[in-house]
């Protein structure tokens, strides 16, 4: 499984969806897999790579929380659920899309 970060420089929320999607791997038992990041420099590279703001988690080249367009802004994303407003995805939108990836590798 690959999963990569799409960020913007000194992205304030990164290091919380990193710490998220590593604690969430550990308790799936899939601490092997690799986090890669990836900094987002141009409006060019944004659209490139369908980023949809800062940071945008990738699972295999999908964005793990859907509902966001891509945008070539160089931004911060916010996460909602519900009435809660948040820079970073929160660990259970995380699990969620990771369970669904495996479940559909699982199926093929």
Do not use: W
């Not at 929320?13 to 990193?18: C, T």
């Not at 295999?60 to 994303?77: K, Q």
């Amino acid at each position: 499984m690959q999963i990569e970060v799409l960020h913007i420089d000194e992205c304030p929320n990164l290091e919380d969806a990193m710490a998220s999607l590593a604690e969430v791997l550990e308790e799936l038992s899939l601490g092997h897999i690799l986090i890669t990041s990836t900094l987002i420099r141009s409006p060019a590279e944004a659209a490139k790579h369908r980023f949809a703001g800062s940071p945008t988690v990738l699972i295999e080249g999908l964005d793990a929380v859907p509902g966001t367009e891509p945008t070539s802004n160089l931004a911060c994303r916010i996460y909602r659920d519900g009435q809660k407003i948040a820079g970073s995805p929160d660990k259970d939108s995380l699990r969620k899309a990771i369970q669904a990836h495996l479940r559909a590798n699982n199926s093929e």
